[in-house]
């Protein structure tokens, strides 16, 4: 494990996280296109600037070398970013416990977050588990697709059963690169019952209607 210090990020340092996160987005983010990495490149610099999260970054040789954080309103990580020449060598592990310990502090009894594929097994091996499938749209409107993991920080993490990945079919994904523009109804169920729902109150107005349309004529030929 690589000896880092690990401290509180500063105003002062956010040129250097946007970089180190920007490398690390082009080069390991082998499951998105180019086009998605560049939209991500931007969203996640945006999300960096907000100003809505709390980080910490590892130095190394007094160089910041990876960069951690959580969001202020609520339990979930912002996201960990390490410089893909120091990846492998404990960094993020070292990252990912400053914010939980963070988290801990400040009275949070979970943490969840929002994985792209490939850092999936990363979270999992750290008591991460893996609740569902999601995705959100980043700069540009491009589709990401990516899974929701959820830590107690006391305790075995609670999986959600009914909406729980297929782990085998996951780790196919991300080894052959399928689309990430292929949807299925798995990725937002919610979306799926506001359609379903939709479609039934549009079916039933409509039937509504034909009905007085047809009362009306009979009305009239009366």
């Not at 697709?145 to 006391?154: D, G, I, Q």
């Not at 292929?182 to 034909?210: C, D, E, N």
Request: with cysteine; glycine share 8%; net charge positive.
């Amino acid at each position: 494990m690589l000896n880092v210090h690990i401290r509180r990020s500063q105003p002062s340092d956010l040129d250097k996280i946007l970089e180190v996160q920007a490398t690390a987005l082009r080069k390991l983010s082998i499951t998105y296109n180019s086009t998605q990495v560049e939209s991500l490149v931007q969203s996640q610099a945006n999300a960096r600037s907000a100003g809505d999260e709390i980080g910490v970054v590892a130095e190394y040789e007094g160089e910041i070398i990876g960069f951690a954080a959580i969001m202020t309103s609520k339990p979930s990580i912002a996201g960990v970013y390490v410089d893909p020449k120091h990846i492998r060598q404990g960094v993020g592990t070292q990252l990912l416990e400053a914010i939980e310990q963070i988290g801990m502090g400040r009275g949070d009894k979970t943490f969840d977050v929002m994985s792209s594929l490939a850092t999936v097994d990363f979270y999992q091996a750290r008591g991460y588990q893996i609740l569902w499938k999601t995705g959100f749209y980043s700069e540009g409107k491009h589709w990401i697709r990516c899974v929701n993991l959820e830590k107690k920080l006391t305790g075995t993490p609670k999986v959600n059963e009914k909406q729980r990945v297929d782990a085998p079919n996951l780790e196919r994904e991300r080894r052959f690169g399928i689309s990430t523009q292929r949807r299925s109804k798995q990725f937002y169920p919610a979306m799926h019952v506001i359609k379903t729902v939709g479609a039934w109150v549009f079916i039933l107005a409509l039937a509504a209607f034909l009905l007085y349309v047809v009362l009306t004529l009979i009305s009239r030929l009366l």
